[in-house]
């Protein structure tokens, strides 16, 4: 695929700043209005609509807000570098952002687009870093064009992903997944920084009974047992290596194709993929919202 065809230097913008999401909904509308088809504020309900399902972070630093519609021509992409990060309301730091508009024909060319935006975040910072004008940047992500005529990947779906150590309490667990509204957490050794298990809802569910309770045949005695009040009692002093499940299941190299990915959720019924590289080093996690949001309803 040439990326160039979707690229101009008039859709690149270096060291722009924003106070808010908002405000680079609003700008991208702006620039989307001259050379997708739609008015400003066409384009601008679009990213909006979208940006309300769920949050279009990428991880890495990246933000990607899109959307498509009948009414737009072809497909259209805008890159911005930021001169200082925009922080969301998660926390998290935003220096990229690349947003793209698709009448919704081009879905090869989208899920294309997805991969060779994350292959050139993980592996060339640096250098859109250094790029000091549009043209450098736009010949930089010409390079990497290349990368987007082979399939997508599951080192291309995943996202960054909070991890807990083994030595951790479960105080520590559940205050990370509010922190990042997840479910499922990486846990990995201490020691050796090596991934050993992963915790999601329902092991916390079982810190909230006495062992002795999963062995009795009459559950009758439990009606008036309070599981919230036994979990906050304990949680402070109980690891996470006590509740931990076998992390081999979920695990998956980065070079998996998505075909692949779909048919392990399918066959383990896994609602999250642990992503490695060749080193069994953790890349990320694909999760239902990738799926949905990058695949199903992009």
Request: hydrophobic share 40%; with cysteine; glycine share 6%.
């Amino acid at each position: 695929m040439q990326f160039r065809r979707y690229v101009t230097e008039e859709s690149i913008f270096l060291n722009r700043n924003f106070d808010s999401v908002q405000d680079v909904l609003a700008f991208l509308a702006l620039q989307f209005s001259k050379s997708s088809g739609l008015t400003q504020q066409q384009a601008l309900s679009l990213l909006e609509e979208r940006e309300q399902l769920s949050s279009t972070w990428l991880g890495n630093h990246t933000m990607m807000p899109h959307n498509h519609s009948p009414l737009v021509k072809g497909l259209s992409i805008i890159f911005i570098r930021c001169a200082a990060p925009l922080i969301l309301e998660t926390g998290k730091e935003v220096k990229y952002i690349f947003s793209i508009l698709t009448s919704g024909n081009e879905q090869d060319v989208y899920l294309r687009v997805i991969q060779g935006i994350g292959r050139l975040i993980r592996t060339r910072t640096d250098e859109l870093d250094r790029c000091s004008t549009p043209l450098e940047m736009l010949n930089l992500i010409g390079e990497s064009s290349a990368d987007m005529a082979s399939p997508l990947t599951a080192g291309d779906l995943a996202r960054y992903w909070p991890r807990a150590r083994d030595t951790d309490t479960l105080s520590v667990a559940v205050d990370q997944m509010k922190r990042h509204r997840i479910y499922f957490l990486p846990v990995y050794h201490e020691g050796s920084g090596r991934i050993c298990g992963v915790l999601d809802l329902v092991d916390l569910l079982k810190a909230g009974f006495p062992d002795y309770v999963f062995h009795l045949h009459n559950l009758s005695m439990l009606k008036d047992f309070q599981p919230v009040k036994y979990f906050w009692k304990n949680e402070g002093e109980a690891q996470i290596s006590e509740y931990l499940r076998d992390h081999r299941p979920y695990v998956i190299r980065d070079t998996v194709s998505y075909p692949e990915i779909f048919f392990m959720m399918i066959r383990g019924n896994r609602r999250h993929l642990l992503v490695v590289d060749e080193h069994d080093e953790m890349v990320g996690i694909i999760d239902p919202n990738e799926i949905i949001n990058k695949m199903l309803r992009p």
